[in-house]
Nanobody, 122 residues
Framework: VQLQASGGGLVQPGGSLRLSCAAS????????MGWYRQAPGKQRELVAA???????NSADSVKGRFTISRDNAENTVYLQMNSLKPEDTAVYYC?????????????????WGQGTEVTVSS
C-alpha cells in the first residue's frame, strides 16, 4: 500500500492550494483519512481528518479556511486550503487507516504519504 501526495508549492498570503493524496495497492477498505503538518522545529500536528462516512474534524487554527474531503471510489483524500497564512507553512503529510485482507482474515494499519511542502510567503 502506498499513499502519494501532491499539490504543495509556494503561494502568497491569502492564496489557495489544493492537496491530494491517493492510496493504492491491495486495499480492502479505508477507515479514517487525514492531513497532518509539521513546521520547522515543531511537532507534527493534525490539520483535518475525515471518516469513511464523511464526518470531519479540523484544528481550530484552520477552521473556516481549510476543507477536507474524500473520494471513496478513488481512495483519495483532498485538502482545500484557502486564505493561507505564513504560519501555515509546513510539510503536509496525508494519513490513512487501511484494512487489507491477510490470509483468511484482515489486517488494519496506519499509512503515511511522503509529505508535500507548502510555503506561504510574499
Amino acid at each position: 500500500v502506498q499513499l502519494q501526495a501532491s499539490g504543495g508549492g509556494l503561494v502568497q498570503p491569502g492564496g489557495s492550494l489544493r492537496l491530494s493524496c491517493a492510496a493504492s495497492g491491495s486495499i480492502y477498505s479505508i477507515n479514517d483519512m487525514g492531513w497532518y503538518r509539521q513546521a520547522p522545529g515543531k511537532q507534527r500536528e493534525l490539520v483535518a481528518a475525515i471518516t469513511s462516512d464523511g464526518s470531519t474534524n479540523s484544528a481550530d487554527s484552520v477552521k473556516g479556511r481549510f476543507t477536507i474531503s474524500r473520494d471513496n471510489a478513488e481512495n483519495t483524500v483532498y485538502l482545500q486550503m484557502n486564505s493561507l497564512k505564513p504560519e501555515d507553512t509546513a510539510v503536509y503529510y496525508c494519513h490513512a487507516n487501511i484494512l487489507r485482507r491477510r490470509g483468511l482474515g484482515y489486517r488494519q494499519d496506519d499509512y503515511w504519504g511522503q509529505g508535500t511542502e507548502v510555503t506561504v510567503s510574499s
